[in-house]
């Protein structure tokens, strides 16, 4: 076999070895180290290992690049000789698989040993436990002279990915230090350098093509303004005037609404960048708006041109709200409405600015929403639907303002769950379902209509869920699982059917595990899992995919847990924790993310009280709890975080009791207890906190003196 002093330059920069379990941590890497552009300051210089080129290409994954050849193991052998290093993704799962154990058999064999870079995703090196080994044993020991392992331990040095250690970024910074030959802290100091370069530059860039498009708007002014001067100095050439100025305005026009559209189109395309979303949104957004609100100062724009910064707010609005910035997402509602208003006054029946008002409308209904604003979301709710009725009416064929409608019976139908009014919750629903029906059955190859049909099903289930309705629930997500099903048949690279389709796969799990079907249950999980894998592997820095993939590994551990195989669902419930910790430190001041990591330990706790573990138990709600109570500072007006608060002391409380600790159980459910005091005193007669008050006080009478 081939060795470190063969001559030819290897044909990969290094080998991938993992576990079919690690598959979404092995396209991860991949994609990570090829995509890695190493920083300019160290291209062209001398590393241990030879010149440091400009990228870490190409890297050998053995799942996607292996054939269908007839001998396996020698296109597995020639992959591991050409390959200049050996990375093995270290986990429990690789500890224990035969094939990651032979491929750094066969590395260490070619005398590369020097040359393996283990990377910790999961379970310990080294574990006294040995179902946490995530070492497998050809890392563990040594070759001895005839290449067979030793009883002499190996001291391999790994980078590791879990939150806990290096993380993923700086574990993919020390895993391109070694395959480069270069220091870590000098790459890691260079890359710092390089990614505030890049920065700059998208705000660079924001900024020079805004000018660009902003100087366009600025010449069609002046042609505006030049040709009004000319009509006014000479009446005879009043007719080729008035057609300047027609065409500039048609000039400006066209300047204002590519300025905007450049805007939403620059921050829709950084939407999804990891660490600097909101700040680089927010900049650009805010820069952009700057600009041109001092180039249109003082003009009288057309009314189109006003239409088109109107929709430009709107759009700008939605992005900041999905990116979490509430308040700058209101602020630019606002002002999408004050220009609407405007126009409005002068153009009422104007179909384009009402329904650009209905938009601006309901977007304040979600804003309104999302911070808990009840009363306030149901007034803009009913602004947007009595404009959209009035426009339905007017226009019965245009879909779009059919579509608007059931968006809007939708979040009504939100807001009556919010309010624990399932049966106003459900009439909304149907009422959703009914519109989006009517239009898919009309329109049987759009697949926008046939996707919001598949919506309204979901929903409708949703609502008989939420009534104990099994069978309904089941028979309307399996509609709408039917129609994600052909959806992504008919297109299945397209990622928000592939979404779609795992969610319905959960929603119909989750209901056989209510009527105590575990087998069924557990198989649709794993497929949700499975498709949501997917999409983290296709798109690794997508937060959204990431908390999919952390609550599809909840599901499928809860139903480990049903089905009594409490390894098996720790293993998962730790998987789900793991996800949650590092989207929680991304996104400390999302309250959804911040509440998914709360209820990730909450899980793990309720397992290990089961086990008699009471300590650890303990451990874990108090971490939930710590989460809680700073949730609760940040939003003390909010019932719902107050409500969860005192959940989480009452389930100490209940852990306590167990482990014979009445004192400090005592203390636990008192706390929760004035909590729920106190909510019931601001939402008299509420049904679920008086149920949560009786129970408290029955658990404070049980507790021993």
């Given at each position: 076999?081939?060795?470190?002093?063969?001559?030819?330059?290897?044909?990969?920069?290094?080998?991938?070895?993992?576990?079919?379990?690690?598959?979404?941590?092995?396209?991860?890497?991949?994609?990570?180290?090829?995509?890695?552009?190493?920083?300019?300051?160290l291209v062209g210089t001398e590393g241990e290992l030879g010149t440091i080129p400009p990228r870490l290409r190409p890297i050998f994954r053995d799942r996607e690049e292996l054939t269908a050849a007839a001998d396996l193991?020698?296109?597995?052998?020639?992959?591991?000789?050409?390959?200049?290093?050996?990375?093995?993704?270290?986990?429990?799962?690789?500890?224990?698989?035969?094939?990651?154990?032979?491929?750094?058999?066969?590395?260490?064999?070619?005398?590369?040993?020097?040359?393996?870079?283990?990377?910790?995703?999961?379970?310990?090196?080294?574990?006294?436990?040995?179902?946490?080994?995530?070492?497998?044993?050809?890392?563990?020991?040594?070759?001895?002279?005839?290449?067979?392992?030793?009883?002499?331990?190996?001291?391999?040095?790994?980078?590791?990915?879990?939150?806990?250690?290096?993380?993923?970024?700086?574990?993919?910074?020390?895993?391109?230090?070694?395959?480069?030959?270069?220091?870590?802290?000098?790459?890691?100091?260079?890359?710092?350098?390089?990614?505030?370069?890049?920065?700059?530059?998208?705000?660079?860039?924001?900024?020079?093509?805004?000018?660009?498009?902003?100087?366009?708007?600025?010449?069609?002014?002046?042609?505006?303004?030049?040709?009004?001067?000319?009509?006014?100095?000479?009446?005879?050439?009043?007719?080729?005037?008035?057609?300047?100025?027609?065409?500039?305005?048609?000039?400006?026009?066209?300047?204002?609404?590519?300025?905007?559209?450049?805007?939403?189109?620059?921050?829709?395309?950084?939407?999804?960048?990891?660490?600097?979303?909101?700040?680089?949104?927010?900049?650009?957004?805010?820069?952009?708006?700057?600009?041109?609100?001092?180039?249109?100062?003082?003009?009288?724009?057309?009314?189109?041109?006003?239409?088109?910064?109107?929709?430009?707010?709107?759009?700008?609005?939605?992005?900041?709200?999905?990116?979490?910035?509430?308040?700058?997402?209101?602020?630019?509602?606002?002002?999408?409405?004050?220009?609407?208003?405007?126009?409005?006054?002068?153009?009422?029946?104007?179909?384009?600015?009402?329904?650009?008002?209905?938009?601006?409308?309901?977007?304040?209904?979600?804003?309104?929403?999302?911070?808990?604003?009840?009363?306030?979301?149901?007034?803009?709710?009913?602004?947007?639907?009595?404009?959209?009725?009035?426009?339905?009416?007017?226009?019965?064929?245009?879909?779009?303002?059919?579509?608007?409608?059931?968006?809007?019976?939708?979040?009504?139908?939100?807001?009556?769950?919010?309010?624990?009014?399932?049966?106003?919750?459900?009439?909304?629903?149907?009422?959703?379902?009914?519109?989006?029906?009517?239009?898919?059955?009309?329109?049987?190859?759009?697949?926008?209509?046939?996707?919001?049909?598949?919506?309204?099903?979901?929903?409708?289930?949703?609502?008989?869920?939420?009534?104990?309705?099994?069978?309904?629930?089941?028979?309307?997500?399996?509609?709408?699982?039917?129609?994600?099903?052909?959806?992504?048949?008919?297109?299945?690279?397209?990622?928000?059917?592939?979404?779609?389709?795992?969610?319905?796969?959960?929603?119909?799990?989750?209901?056989?595990?209510?009527?105590?079907?575990?087998?069924?249950?557990?198989?649709?999980?794993?497929?949700?899992?499975?498709?949501?894998?997917?999409?983290?592997?296709?798109?690794?820095?997508?937060?959204?995919?990431?908390?999919?993939?952390?609550?599809?590994?909840?599901?499928?551990?809860?139903?480990?847990?049903?089905?009594?195989?409490?390894?098996?669902?720790?293993?998962?419930?730790?998987?789900?924790?793991?996800?949650?910790?590092?989207?929680?430190?991304?996104?400390?001041?999302?309250?959804?993310?911040?509440?998914?990591?709360?209820?990730?330990?909450?899980?793990?706790?309720?397992?290990?009280?089961?086990?008699?573990?009471?300590?650890?138990?303990?451990?874990?709600?108090?971490?939930?709890?710590?989460?809680?109570?700073?949730?609760?500072?940040?939003?003390?007006?909010?019932?719902?975080?107050?409500?969860?608060?005192?959940?989480?002391?009452?389930?100490?409380?209940?852990?306590?009791a167990a482990a014979g600790r009445a004192g400090d159980a005592r203390a636990a459910y008192r706390e929760a207890l004035a909590i729920v005091n106190a909510l019931l005193t601001e939402n008299a007669g509420d049904s679920?906190?008086?149920?949560?008050?009786?129970?408290?006080?029955?658990?404070?009478?049980?507790?021993?003196?």
């Amino acid at each position: 076999m081939a060795g470190q002093g063969d001559a030819a330059p290897p044909r990969y920069r290094a080998f991938i070895s993992y576990a079919h379990d690690d598959t979404a941590w092995g396209a991860w890497l991949h994609k990570a180290l090829e995509a890695y552009r190493i920083p300019a300051a160290l291209v062209g210089t001398e590393g241990e290992l030879g010149t440091i080129p400009p990228r870490l290409r190409p890297i050998f994954r053995d799942r996607e690049e292996l054939t269908a050849a007839a001998d396996l193991g020698e296109e597995l052998q020639q992959a591991l000789r050409d390959s200049a290093a050996l990375v093995v993704i270290c986990s429990p799962y690789a500890a224990q698989s035969h094939w990651v154990n032979e491929e750094i058999l066969l590395f260490k064999r070619l005398g590369r040993g020097g040359r393996i870079f283990p990377l910790v995703v999961a379970g310990e090196p080294f574990a006294v436990d040995t179902a946490q080994e995530c070492f497998p044993p050809a890392l563990r020991y040594e070759l001895d002279a005839a290449g067979n392992l030793s009883g002499e331990p190996a001291e391999p040095l790994a980078a590791d990915a879990r939150e806990s250690g290096d993380g993923r970024e700086n574990a993919k910074l020390k895993l391109a230090a070694g395959l480069l030959g270069v220091g870590f802290d000098q790459l890691r100091q260079r890359d710092a350098e390089a990614q505030r370069r890049r920065l700059h530059l998208i705000l660079a860039a924001a900024s020079a093509l805004i000018i660009v498009f902003a100087a366009i708007s600025a010449a069609a002014i002046w042609f505006a303004l030049d040709a009004s001067q000319q009509r006014d100095a000479a009446t005879a050439a009043q007719a080729e005037a008035v057609k300047e100025k027609e065409r500039a305005e048609r000039n400006l026009d066209v300047g204002i609404t590519a300025a905007h559209t450049l805007v939403f189109d620059l921050t829709d395309g950084i939407e999804k960048t990891e660490g600097v979303q909101q700040r680089v949104l927010i900049q650009i957004q805010r820069q952009a708006q700057s600009l041109l609100d001092k180039l249109t100062a003082g003009q009288d724009l057309t009314p189109a041109a006003r239409a088109a910064e109107a929709w430009s707010f709107i759009n700008s609005s939605a992005l900041l709200f999905t990116a979490g910035a509430t308040d700058a997402a209101l602020e630019d509602a606002q002002r999408a409405l004050k220009i609407l208003e405007a126009l409005l006054a002068a153009d009422a029946g104007n179909p384009g600015y009402r329904f650009a008002a209905a938009q601006a409308h309901q977007l304040m209904s979600d804003i309104k929403f999302e911070v808990s604003e009840l009363d306030a979301a149901v007034a803009e709710l009913a602004t947007a639907q009595e404009i959209l009725k009035a426009l339905s009416a007017e226009f019965p064929h245009e879909t779009k303002y059919r579509v608007a409608l059931a968006g809007i019976e939708d979040r009504y139908g939100n807001i009556a769950l919010d309010r624990d009014d399932r049966v106003a919750a459900l009439g909304h629903y149907q009422a959703a379902l009914a519109i989006d029906l009517e239009l898919a059955t009309a329109h049987p190859d759009d697949p926008d209509l046939q996707q919001n049909l598949a919506g309204s099903y979901n929903n409708l289930g949703d609502a008989k869920f939420d009534q104990e309705d099994w069978p309904g629930a089941l028979e309307n997500y399996q509609a709408g699982l039917a129609i994600s099903e052909r959806l992504l048949k008919a297109k299945p690279d397209d990622a928000s059917f592939i979404r779609d389709l795992s969610v319905s796969y959960e929603r119909v799990g989750i209901v056989h595990q209510k009527q105590g079907d575990l087998d069924t249950a557990l198989t649709q999980f794993e497929k949700s899992l499975r498709l949501s894998d997917r999409l983290v592997a296709s798109d690794p820095e997508n937060a959204e995919y990431q908390r999919d993939l952390s609550v599809s590994y909840s599901t499928v551990a809860d139903a480990k847990a049903a089905k009594g195989d409490a390894a098996g669902a720790m293993d998962a419930y730790k998987r789900s924790l793991e996800i949650s910790k590092r989207l929680a430190e991304a996104n400390p001041y999302r309250s959804d993310i911040q509440r998914d990591l709360a209820i990730g330990y909450e899980r793990i706790a309720g397992l290990l009280k089961e086990q008699g573990d009471f300590d650890g138990a303990l451990e874990n709600y108090r971490l939930s709890l710590a989460i809680g109570r700073h949730l609760a500072a940040l939003d003390p007006a909010n019932p719902s975080v107050q409500q969860e608060l005192a959940i989480t002391l009452e389930l100490i409380g209940d852990t306590e009791a167990a482990a014979g600790r009445a004192g400090d159980a005592r203390a636990a459910y008192r706390e929760a207890l004035a909590i729920v005091n106190a909510l019931l005193t601001e939402n008299a007669g509420d049904s679920a906190y008086q149920r949560q008050a009786e129970r408290l006080n029955a658990e404070l009478a049980a507790l021993p003196p």
